[in-house]
Nanobody, 121 residues
Framework: QLQASGGGLVQAGGSLRLSCAAS????????MGWFRQAPGKERELVAV????????SYADSVKGRFTISRDNAKIAVYLQMNYLKPEDTAVYYCAARSGHPRWPATEYDAWGQGTLVTVSS
């Protein structure tokens, strides 16, 4: 089970930090990611982290602005979002899968409830 939090309204250029706590999940072979879905658009992966080793990958649209990280003790993942743009406005979801990172949303078997991020211009 995943519990996401931290969304809100922010002006362009501002920052937000999203959090996602995982329960009932072991960290061996765990991959966690943050997806987002804007109105009328498909859900897209913006950042992913492989629990073992901590390797990360990002969508081109957020590279250099977003950072995904994990907390081993809490089994939690975070998304630090800086220099936010209006086009970052979306519902953000955390997701988990067992195995290596994959980009399609269909590869993830657990989802948080979504948290809305709104960036005003």
């Amino acid at each position: 089970q995943l519990q996401a939090s931290g969304g809100g309204l922010v002006q362009a250029g501002g920052s937000l930090r999203l959090s996602c706590a995982a329960s009932g999940r072991t960290t061996s072979s765990l991959t966690m990611g943050w997806f987002r879905q804007a109105p009328g658009k498909e859900r897209e992966l913006v950042a992913v982290i492989r629990w073992s080793g901590g390797s990360t990958s990002y969508a081109d649209s957020v590279k250099g602005r977003f950072t995904i990280s994990r907390d081993n003790a809490k089994i939690a993942v975070y998304l630090q979002m800086n220099y936010l743009k209006p086009e970052d406005t979306a519902v953000y979801y955390c997701a988990a899968r067992s195995g290596h990172p994959r980009w399609p949303a269909t590869e993830y078997d657990a989802w948080g409830q979504g948290t809305l991020v709104t960036v005003s211009s």
